[in-house]
């Protein structure tokens, strides 16, 4: 029996939560049995304790004088360091969390023990993002590849990591891999994943009413007739499907490969035809872009069509009509399915994304191009004539709201995309017409250089890379906007610790953090590729170090990656701390992260007081920090795939 709605967005509920059955304790990849969080706390082990002696570990979990309000976190060694591993030729960086406040001696030591480098730390006072205080070390000097290696200091050792030349190449895939298992309409064949995360096809013709081939539409003055809008993916752990959302993921799976197109050193190979693990591998397409159809082709379904109300306009999203309970495995969904009124926001995602895929399908299939530009011209066309149909913030009954009342940055993007394909100069005059054009704080936000709501960037990251009938002097000025961002985030990276390019106004981690943390990566990454600089390298590798366990909470965020890894993340079929016969998320499965507003039951109750970037449980039912979706692994597929390429 599923358990009903978790959560207040999902209806309500702290019973549910307190019916759900007890986990069992977890286990490592190799079947050993792992401390749970819960059961650390439950035995009193609070950090303080883990990680006693001498200077090093005085760990708390919030800043300095408010620890009696803290919550109590297992977070395992204070040396904390990226668990997969770190590119030989990159920067080697760690964090030690400790009371002392003078330089201790860190020691590196090889799988066999044998001391391969050691030296002293630098202190680094407080940390704001955690309030613990905390010293670096720095082995970048090391370029011995070897897996097994840890650091030592005072005693404490941290977790393994290698050093090498090939640690990102299965996260690539694996991150891309993500986006099969959460299709849509289709059988999951074990074939591509095996017998555990095989499972039938959810919401196709044989589903409840006819599933997502039917969907209902009906609203007064808007429609009142059925859609076939199947396919697509679903959205995170609910069975949603948002144009929103699944604009910006696509376009950042397109983006990965388009990249491969300019940027120097990439490497197409590993996303071509024949190289993921999707149904369509062998069809001389590559294998990334048939991925991004399956999105597409449910996009474009979304369009009103001809001679309805709001015709050529999206509608801004489909989904249950009541929110399921967890676990719920998509074919067995009982929920009408609805869609909700069309919204300027989704109009213009479909716009600026079937644009992108009417450039970069032209040589694999120039008639499915060809439709693609049609309908990026009328939904243009049709946001024009509609440009102020706003979602709604608290349509949230069944499905999330992803309500959006400003637009310009969808035009933005919409236009640039438009006109990178077109050349044309009615696409031109509206990017540079555009209040947002040319001013790096405004295409790229402090927070998150792109985020659902946020999308100017992707257009800007376009018109700086892709060849276009930009003039120089054009380019160029989108192009300083790209490294003035890039510059920005640099400095976060450079003055955090933890190396985190990240810093929130007001300290404020969000819903997604980890994803916001990837957007800023992407734009750095850019700029990179943009200008060589090792400057924004660096910082996308001391994001990854944070991503992968180089944090205030010891934690991997990506399922399958590192020894503390997320594995309990927020999804109604890989619920396996539910039920155990079903799987936990597949392996490079990214955890949303850190949420300061803690806006679900569970972690309301269990991380009340936390400091910011520590407040983060890897618990099903903690949804507001422990989801996941397609818009936060589109960035770690396309980041996955730019670290791999510095690797060659
Ligand atoms: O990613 C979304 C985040 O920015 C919002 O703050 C949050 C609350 O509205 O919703 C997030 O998106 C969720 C969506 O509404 C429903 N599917 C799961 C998404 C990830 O948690």
Same mark, same amino acid.
């Given at each position: ?12 509920a702290?019973a ?23 059961? #650390? ?7 303080g304790a ?7 570990a005085a ?27 770190? +590119? ?22 090889? #799988? ?10 630098t +202190? ?6 955690s ?7 720095d ?7 070897g ?22 190449g ?7 891999a993500y ?25 196709d ?6 599933g997502?081939t039917?969907a ?11 859609r ?9 752990? &609910? ?5 929103v959302?699944g604009?910006i993921?696509?376009?950042?799976? *397109? ?13 197409? @190979?590993?996303?071509g &035809?024949?190289?993921?693990r ?13 991925? @991004? ?8 379904? *979304? ?6 109300p709001? @015709? ?22 009982e ?6 009124p ?48 706003f ?11 992803y ?15 438009l006109?990178?394909?077109t ?13 947002l054009?040319?001013?790096a ?5 402090r927070?998150?250089g ?9 257009? #800007? ?37 933890y ?14 953090s ?18 060589g ?5 660096? #910082? ?13 909470l ?5 399922t ?6 997320s ?7 890989? @619920? ?12 490079g499965s ?5 949420n ?18 520590m407040?983060?449980t890897?618990?099903?039912?903690a ?11 589109a960035p ?13």
């Open positions: 029996m599923p358990l009903r709605c978790p959560c207040p967005r999902f209806g309500s702290d549910l939560i307190h019916s759900a059955p007890r986990t069992r304790p977890a286990l490592d990849r190799t079947g050993r049995r792992r401390r749970t969080l819960g059961a #650390a706390v439950a035995a009193g082990l609070a950090l883990l990680a006693a002696p001498a200077a090093v760990d708390h979990t919030g800043p300095r004088g408010a620890g009696a309000d803290r919550p109590t976190l297992d977070t395992g060694s204070p040396v904390r360091v990226n668990q997969v591993g770190y +590119p030989t030729h990159g920067a080697k960086k760690g964090t030690v969390v400790t009371s002392a406040t003078k330089p201790l001696t860190w020691t590196l030591r090889d #799988a066999d023990g044998v001391k391969r480098a050691s030296g002293r730390t +202190p680094a006072g407080i940390d704001r993002s309030g613990q205080n905390v010293q670096t070390f082995f970048s000097e090391v370029s011995t590849p897996k097994g290696y840890t650091v030592t200091i005072g005693g404490k050792k941290s977790e393994p990591f290698a050093i090498g030349d090939n640690l990102y299965s996260l690539r895939s694996d991150a891309l986006f099969y298992h959460n299709r849509s309409g289709i059988k999951i064949d074990k074939k591509f994943v095996g017998d555990a995360y095989a499972r039938p096809a959810g919401h013709k044989k589903a409840a009413r006819g997502d039917r209902r539409c009906s609203l007064k003055g808007v429609c009142d007739y059925r076939d809008v199947s396919g697509g993916w679903y959205d995170a752990g &609910d069975h949603g499907k948002y144009v959302n604009g993921s696509v376009a950042q799976l *397109m983006s990965s490969y388009e990249r491969t197109l300019t940027a120097p050193g990439a490497d197409a @190979a590993p996303l &035809d024949g190289r993921l999707v149904p369509e591998r062998g069809n001389g397409t590559p294998d990334v872009l048939d991925e @991004a159809r399956w999105e597409m082709d449910f996009l474009m379904r *979304m369009q009103v069509p001809e001679g309805r709001f @015709a050529g306009m999206a509608f801004h999203k489909m989904h249950d009509k009541q929110w399921t309970g967890i676990p719920t495995r998509p074919d067995r969904d929920q009408p399915r609805v869609l909700r069309p919204s300027t926001a989704a109009t213009l995602n479909l716009a600026a994304t079937a644009a992108q895929a009417a450039r970069l399908f032209q040589p694999y299939d120039a008639e499915y191009a060809k439709r693609c530009l049609e309908v990026a011209r009328s939904a243009w066309a049709a946001a024009k004539a509609h440009p102020d149909k979602a709604s913030d608290r349509d949230s009954v069944g499905g999330g709201a309500g959006d009342r400003d637009v310009r940055d969808e035009f933005y993007w919409a236009a640039s995309e006109f990178l394909t050349g044309e100069n009615t696409y031109r005059k509206a990017f540079l017409g555009s209040p054009h040319g001013d704080d405004a295409l790229f936000p927070v998150s792109v985020s659902w709501a946020s999308v100017a960037g992707l257009g #800007a990251l376009d018109l700086a890379t892709v060849p276009g009938n930009l003039t120089g002097e054009q380019r160029a000025a989108v192009r300083s906007t790209v490294t003035e961002a890039a510059d920005r985030y640099a400095s976060f990276s450079e003055k955090s610790a190396g985190v390019p990240y810093a929130p106004k007001g300290n404020r981690y969000e819903w997604g980890n994803s916001q943390v990837l957007n800023n990566m992407v734009v750095l990454a850019t700029a990179h590729d943009l200008t600089k090792d400057r924004y390298r660096d #910082a996308v590798l001391r994001g990854m170090d944070y991503l992968l366990g180089g944090n205030p010891n934690q991997s965020y990506v399958g990656y590192g020894e503390r890894d594995r309990n993340q927020h999804h109604r079929f890989w @619920a396996h701390q539910l039920d155990r016969k079903l799987p936990r998320p597949a392996r990214l955890a949303g992260g850190p300061s507003g803690l806006e679900d039951p569970l972690s309301k109750k269990k991380l009340k007081g936390c400091a910011p970037a407040c983060y890897d618990d099903i039912m949804f507001s920090t422990n989801e996941i979706t397609i818009n936060w692994n770690l597929a396309w980041i996955s795939a730019y670290v791999d390429d510095q690797e060659r």
